[in-house]
């Protein structure tokens, strides 16, 4: 079956239409469902209902795909009215003055005078220095300053620079506390992403005993995978993207565009090390956000295997980035609910327009 232009409302479609191995694959990873809404529109109603979504026909009966990974339990729904509505580039210009406020009682401006130090110092890079996290989530919690004060203005140097820096930061607290192995890096860009400070920076913390509770939870089941099925399961997630048209390679990195997001626009980036090449594919999704898909605000999370020997197994297991859109910075409302924190999430992106989008920018 050809479908012109293959999109999230059809996937059950697509899914079904896979050639043997590669359905096989995709479904004891992925289980894909589809219901019809229905509502009854007034007469009243009809011409707003026209100018918002189109036609009346489309409110008055609704697909909505359900997406479930069998595996991780994440679930994504999907309606296909969230994801017409129109794509603007957002305005960054309530975006600069809010950022030239901040600017003005900026705690960031001379790090080593106004943040903390770890017990093991600071690492400094070209672009970028550390300072303990005065408010700490872990005993080892750091904070990774940018000396640009403009968290949107990083250049491919800039952000290759960051990462290095926390990775330097990671081995300097395992040689300080030797039984913490476990890394984790986020970057929360901007206030609806979490960042009670504008100025540009991410955090970096080591952990010990295991790592944290999602990232465990992820290793299980893919020993469980390998266990149930003798294949690899972020091999094989990757296969069942690709599929479908989620997912492209570049230097030896892979890239997927989430088919159970946690939220819109979630990208899932995969490597055998933190290399290079991976830095790399890493600044260029990210560049493709702000610079293509006009996202201002978003949730990094960099998760790598222990640091050193650990009681547990992690065969197969890669570094993993996530990249997810925290949505409009001029909205009031969240983008987080009830369903996604109880449930499962609500999703107004489509998985298989945002690897169109990252594949042309990529290439």
């Known amino acids: 079956m050809a479908i012109d232009r293959p999109s999230i409302s059809n996937l059950d479609e697509i899914a079904a239409s896979l050639p043997g191995e590669e359905k096989a694959v995709f479904q004891r990873i992925y289980e894909v469902t589809a219901v019809l809404g229905e509502a009854r529109i007034p007469k009243e109603m009809e011409p ?145 992403a979490g960042a009670s400070i504008q100025h540009g920076h991410a955090q970096v913390m080591l952990t010990r005993g295991r790592h944290y509770a999602r990232i465990e939870r992820l290793r299980r089941a893919s020993l469980d995978y390998r266990q149930r099925f003798s294949a690899d399961y972020f091999g094989d997630l990757f296969r069942a993207h690709d599929a479908v048209g989620c997912a492209l390679v570049k230097g030896g990195v892979r890239i997927m565009a989430h088919l159970s997001p946690f939220k819109d626009n979630e990208v899932i980036i995969l490597g055998d090390e933190l290399n290079l090449s991976f830095k790399e594919r890493l600044y260029e999704v990210l560049a493709c956000f702000r610079d293509r898909l006009g996202i201002f605000s978003f949730n990094l999370g960099l998760a790598t295997p222990p640091l050193a020997e650990t009681g547990e197994s992690w065969q197969g297991f890669p570094v993993v980035a996530w990249l997810v859109d925290r949505g409009d910075l001029s909205s009031r409302a969240s983008d987080v609910g009830g369903m996604e924190i109880y449930a499962a999430s609500v999703i107004a992106s489509d998985p298989l327009e945002l690897a169109r989008q990252l594949r042309s920018y990529l290439a």
């Open 48 to 192: 707003w209902v026209r100018e918002r979504f189109g036609s009346v026909a489309a409110v008055t009966s609704q697909k909505v795909v359900r997406v479930t990974n069998l595996i991780t339990l994440e679930e994504a729904l999907f309606n296909r009215l969230r994801c017409l509505r129109p794509a603007e580039f957002r305005e960054k210009e309530s975006l600069e003055a809010r950022l030239s406020e901040a600017g003005r009682d900026d705690l960031f401006a001379s790090p080593g005078d106004t943040t903390p130090e770890d017990p093991f110092g600071r690492v400094s890079g070209k672009h970028c220095v550390t300072a303990g996290n005065i408010a700490k989530y872990d005993g080892l919690h750091g904070v990774v300053i940018y000396r640009d004060f403009h968290p949107l203005s990083f250049s491919r140097e800039q952000f290759i620079d960051y990462i290095d820096v926390g990775l330097e930061w990671a081995r300097r607290a395992h040689a300080h506390e030797p039984q913490a192995k476990y890394f984790f890096l986020i970057w929360n860009c901007l206030w609806r």
